[in-house]
């Protein structure tokens, strides 16, 4: 541990999409409460976690191919590879439908106090999603807000799915072994005359996934804007054992190399000096190093 010799970059602004941009920039602007702050780091996590159990959810897909082998050789099965996807898939929705309500209560939080805006409408994403739909949210909400919500025609049917989900038992995935193509049905959300039945799941999950993508987008590009142009801390990242930062206006964060001003706590010594200084145009226009400010994550001798 003598030498620690690695680099984490975490400011990447060129990577960023509009729920990332607003979340490291919100606090020139808002004062958020711990609980809003959660919910900021929801919207995208919540909705991260969902890609990452998807992709698991696919790799053990092909498992359900031994449901039916164990169908066809003893006329039964207890279908427990169905059941195993079906709950991975059934967790992916409600990570998906808490990104959402995140997102709605960011809003809320947000535009509450504004004439005209309704306080209950506000405390429920279902109720917010059907204001916007009867064109019943306040004018002092921003238009592309409010057009994100109206827009969402999707958000209905998911979230039917979503409270069947919460409130009922498990569904189950089949996997048809000509067209392999794995569907999935719940007994909640079915009637008496009709089973509920997803023919193709995975198609409908990467929809829903797009389709709440462009949502949050939307939603926070508009956030975005309300942003006052005003400098706020970022790290850098972690090079050598070290924290290194700058302070970036939300105009001028362009990627990595361009943007902002360093923080340059360090000396130019070569153990401490950041590593991209000779390269980075934040480094050129540097801000007074702050006294006290040492910078260390972890350095031992």
Not at 93 to 106: A, N, Q
Request: with cysteine.
């Amino acid at each position: 541990m003598d030498n620690i010799n690695f680099k984490v970059i975490t400011y990447s602004p060129e990577n960023w999409g509009a729920l990332e941009r607003f979340e490291h920039f919100y606090s020139s602007t808002y004062s958020f409460d711990q609980f809003t702050q959660f919910a900021i780091k929801g919207a995208s996590n919540h909705f991260y976690k969902a890609l990452r159990l998807h992709k698991v959810a696919r790799d053990i897909s092909p498992t359900l191919a031994e449901d039916n082998s164990e169908l066809e050789k003893k006329g039964y099965t207890d279908a427990v590879r169905g059941s195993e996807l079906s709950a991975l898939i059934e967790t992916i929705i409600l990570e998906l439908y808490s990104s959402i309500d995140c997102t709605r209560h960011i809003v809320a939080t947000i535009y509450r106090k504004y004439e005209g805006v309704s306080t209950k409408s506000m405390k429920s994403t279902r109720k917010f999603f059907q204001a916007a739909f009867d064109d019943k949210i306040a004018e002092t909400i921003p238009l592309d807000i409010r057009e994100a919500f109206k827009a969402s025609q999707w958000y209905p049917e998911f979230r039917r799915i979503r409270d069947a989900l919460t409130h009922s038992d498990i569904g189950s995935c089949h996997l048809d072994k000509t067209t392999q193509i794995v569907s999935y049905s719940h007994p909640g959300l079915g009637n008496d005359k009709k089973a509920f039945i997803i023919k193709d799941i995975f198609d409908y999950v990467d929809t829903i996934e797009n389709q709440i993508n462009l949502f949050t987008g939307k939603v926070f590009h508009c956030l975005n804007k309300t942003l006052q142009d005003k400098e706020v801390w970022q790290m850098c990242g972690i090079f050598n054992g070290f924290i290194y930062s700058r302070f970036v206006k939300p105009s001028e964060a362009i990627d990595f190399f361009n943007g902002g001003r360093c923080n340059p706590w360090f000396d130019n010594s070569s153990i401490v000096r950041c590593p991209f200084a000779d390269k980075c145009a934040a480094y050129k226009i540097k801000k007074d190093r702050i006294p006290g400010s040492i910078g260390v994550l972890r350095k031992r001798s």
